[in-house]
């Protein structure tokens, strides 16, 4: 089968992103991640409400770990253009998509191949992360569904925190000021726990979406 019949196209945050076989499909939850930086830079997600007090100045660095299609950094971007904003994933496959759709919404955005934080700057004001947390033993899970993204980008090992808690490691010496994560809500708790040994701590949730600080 040719490639190009697997990709198609999908809105994220009112925007139009190429997804193809090498990269998640984005979903609903995620962009709370967006409102959250939305709410951080002092610029409000919803219309007719009040701006929250900025706790970012403009041009704040931000990294986005595992960018897959890259709709997260690309938003960012976008909603906020003043930010300095940086990419990463493990995949150069999914790179190669999150930089077509960078240009394709004319998105000033470094991306970096990298393992996490591997090769990337390791001070930033803000990074998020939609990194892998499913677990296969999940007995709600419609494996079927699933089957048509990559599993890189889908399943993580002990209980799908493997890649979180990785992430956690490597941020702990030298956290961002704001660190904002999907995760489902059942593995919050554990997370939460995780970061605190860390000297971190989880200061809001909103769905699937944690902040975490010093």
Known sequence: MNANLQNKHT????????????????????EQII???????????????????????????????????????????KELPLAKVTASDISEKALKVALEN??????DITFIHSDLLQNTPKSYDVIVANLPYVDKTWDWLDLKALSAEPSLAL?????????IKSLI???????????????????????????KQKHLRITATRGFILTIQR
Do not use: M, W
């Open 11 to 30: 809105d994220f945050y009112g925007r139009d992103f190429l997804v193809t076989k090498d990269t998640l499909i984005p979903r609903p939850e995620t």
């Open 35 to 77: 409102d959250t930086v939305l709410s951080l830079a002092g610029k409000p997600f919803l219309p007719g409400v009040k701006a929250p007090k900025p706790k970012l100045p403009p041009g704040f660095s931000l990294l986005d770990v595992g960018t897959g299609s890259g709709c997260i950094a690309i938003t960012i971007k």
């Open 102 to 107: 960078a240009d394709n919404l004319k998105a």
């Open 155 to 163: 399943f993580a090992k002990d209980h799908g925190l493997a890649l």
């Open 169 to 195: 490691d490597q941020i702990a010496d030298n956290p961002p000021k704001y660190f904002i994560l999907e995760a489902d809500p059942c593995q919050h708790t554990a997370i939460a726990s995780y970061a």
